[in-house]
């Protein structure tokens, strides 16, 4: 039995929930809208401010538990948002914001950039850390991905893009001999 399933979902003041045929959900708020396919077998129930996620078969209680999580985080999105944290460390690395667009200088030959995608933002407070957010929670993970992708953290210096709070296992580099 899936204990997160079977919690309900209350719908904040100013969030509209549509459930539709098929189980197509909309969520408006004041951060977005957002739309989501959710699976067919699972049963959509809105009462009163509060959403509840019940079983057409017993033995799917994961997806009930994975439907009321992926519903929880667009009513969540639409309201508080969501945002990952990036630091830069290494000489010569930094980024900065020209209007929509992220410029990374990471060691290459040349420069990087990433885009604001829809309702996702990239911001850019200093030269050595980046903000993503937006209201969708994969959106904004797929963004951090992305870019974190561009240059890891390796692991004898530490030099690379790193999520904040991220801690990056050290090695110890080769030994002379003596």
Do not use: C, W
Request: no cysteine; proline share 4%; aromatic share 4%.
């Amino acid at each position: 039995m899936s204990r997160i399933g079977k919690k309900p979902i209350t719908v904040p003041a100013g969030v509209d929930v549509k459930i539709e045929d098929g189980n197509v959900v909309t969520v408006k708020g004041p951060k977005g809208t957002l739309t989501r396919a959710l699976h067919k077998d699972m049963i959509l129930k809105q009462d009163a401010g509060v959403i509840t996620v019940e079983l057409k078969n017993e033995n799917q209680d994961n997806l009930q538990g994975l439907t009321r999580t992926l519903l929880n985080n667009m009513v969540v999105g639409v309201t508080e948002g969501f945002k990952k944290e990036l630091e830069v460390n290494g000489v010569g690395y930094r980024v900065q914001k020209q209007g929509n667009k992220l410029i990374m200088n990471m060691g290459f030959s040349h420069t990087v950039e990433f885009e604001d995608r829809g309702d996702t933002i990239i911001e850019a407070p200093s030269q050595t850390s980046i903000i993503i957010s937006g209201p969708d929670k994969e959106a904004v993970g797929q963004l951090a991905a992305e870019i974190r992708k561009v240059r890891p953290p390796e692991p004898y210096k530490g030099k690379g893009i790193k999520y904040a709070g991220e801690r990056i296992i050290r090695k110890e580099g080769k030994m002379g001999k003596k």
